[in-house]
């Protein structure tokens, strides 16, 4: 098991390479003059020069190849955003956790609803239950994700104003709640700037887990009520795909003999779909959900802007059309990085499922 997952960590090395050139390249291929996005239309060709000297964009196209590449993989430094005049590595740290609870909050509404729709469409085959999953799969996973978080917004803020069941709209927390970072309540008094200071300050920008493991539960309230409708929206194409693969993978293997056996010899039906079944039509269904982790972040571009939320696909939209590149270019390795990490687990996950995997 180790060398498989040694031998898949190594694969992993060419990928993240070829996206660090390809990110450059397509950020480079974007029409339009940066400086002209920063300082306006009217910069006079004196100060564009001047710009380009001072942000390196003056230089050869392969020696800023050379320069990006060294950066972020000597020092982990993705540049100044020519826009913002900030570290990209600061703007990650405030945006990226947004962008993952939505991403994994809507995953995992997917997974929880979409496994059990499939499973249970496939035992009851043919019935109404199965032509109703799957006609509301087809439903889903037609819907354009703006269109229907305009609707919830719409249904939600709207229609059920001062009502229990009234839900926020916009932003990710109330207007004046303002959450303590856990290294505050706990007193840790991190120096300000240090890679310690900086990843406390990623991990307290996870608002759910900050006001868990800091018993702000009143935040923790708010949190979810303001990440519902985003995560519904989101989840409803994953979750339509998880439960059509979830049910065709499962009848499949209910039709295999060694099912048939485990029923000819008395085995609880219960225990002949969650052991003998379910598990072994597992394996497509994860190959499914990790591609869809890659949806889900391609998703959140549509619906961070819909829902108000300062995440990575907001900040990517507006670094496209203002031509800053290192924005570009650091949050897109970020997120490509996660979908190779999500992809990984996943090859090992096979590994665990089926055994046979990890001797090829």
Known sequence: MSKYILRRILLTIPVILGILVVTFVIARSIPGDPCRSALGERATEAACNAFNARMGLDKPIVVQLGIYMREILLKGDFGDSIRYSRPVSQMIIERLPVTLELGFSALFIAILVGVPMGVISAVRRNSAVDVATMVGANIGVSMPVYWLGLMLAYVFAILLKDTPFWLAPTGRLTAGVIPDAFYQVWGLGLTRGTTLYMFADFVSNFVFFNAIITGQWDVLVDAFRHMILPAIALSTIPLSIIARITRSSMLDVLGREYVRAARAKGVAENLVIMKHALRNALLPVITVIGIQVGTLFAGAVLTETTFGLSGVGRA??????GRDFPIIQ???????????????????SYAYIDPRIRLR
């Open 316 to 321: 990517l939209f507006d670094a496209i059309t």
């Open 330 to 348: 650091g949050f897109t390795v970020v997120v490509a990085m996660g979908y190779v990490i999500v992809n990984l687990l996943v090859d090992i």
